[in-house]
């Protein structure tokens, strides 16, 4: 069972718009949700990450929104750069050491000049 | 800060032989590390969580015999793929809990394993 439903799998922009991720989750203890970029043949980097106790987060061109009432969470790249062609994978975890991530599924961005 | 390496970065090995794969936290000392196995275009596949000084906790569906796991140390964490077979050819990539930060896990750049 997914624990995390990510969409959508792929996602092509123009340059200098906003790219849109979502993700959904279901199990109400998650209270940790990262967000990561991958480039083909890396490891994943953390990108920005939200706690269920604000709504939006900023870092950059990067934003968190997060809907608690909801389970979902989304990530917003404004101002969106050919650099930013990555795919992207979100992730929920209860906190506490030891405790695993559950990651989407991966959305693949494009971005065209 | 938060760094954290992989060796190799690739290998090719023959199959029925055994390859081992290192991860180091560089600049921090990790109690609790994590293997993951990906295959291309798809997500992060969690094979174990690897305790300092304890054994590692295999999820389901990975046989532990064939993936042994070593946390000898707070600052490096061992996998190793026993008689290896083309299926086990895949991207592994490890990651490690900060002291401070404990809910983020930061991911080292992976190793490709092809097996011939």
């Known amino acids: 069972q997914q624990q995390v439903k990510q969409s959508p799998q792929s996602l092509i922009v123009q340059k200098g718009g906003i790219s849109i991720i979502n993700c959904a989750y279901e199990n109400t203890a998650f209270d940790y949700f990262p967000w990561y970029q991958q480039f083909p043949g890396k490891g994943p980097a953390l990108l920005i990450a939200?706690?269920?106790?604000?709504s939006e987060k900023k870092e950059g061109r990067f934003t968190i929104s997060f809907n608690k009432s909801a389970k979902q969470f989304s990530l917003h790249i404004m101002d969106s750069q050919p650099g930013d062609s990555a795919t992207y994978f979100c992730?929920?975890?209860?906190?506490?050491?030891?405790?695993?991530?559950?990651f989407g599924t991966g959305t693949s961005l494009t971005v065209i000049p | 800060g938060a760094v954290v390496s992989q060796h190799p970065s690739w290998v090719i090995c023959k199959s029925g032989t055994s390859v081992k794969i290192e991860c180091r936290s560089l600049?921090?000392?990790?109690?609790?590390m994590f293997w993951y196995r990906q295959f291309p275009k798809q997500s992060l596949m969690l094979m174990a969580t690897s305790n300092e000084g304890s054994k590692a906790t295999y999820e389901q569906g990975v046989e532990k015999d064939k993936f042994l796991i070593n946390h000898a140390s707070l600052t490096l964490s061992t996998l190793t793929v026993t008689s290896a077979h083309p299926e086990d050819s895949s991207f592994y990539i490890c990651?490690?809990?900060?002291?401070?930060?404990?809910?983020?896990?930061?991911f080292g750049p992976g190793t490709r394993l092809t097996v011939l």
């Open positions: 990651s490690a809990r900060h002291p401070t930060s404990t809910d983020t896990q930061y």
């Open positions: 992730a929920a975890s209860r906190g506490g050491t030891g405790n695993q991530f559950y």
């Open positions: 939200i706690r269920p106790d604000v």
């Open positions: 600049d921090f000392q990790a109690t609790t």
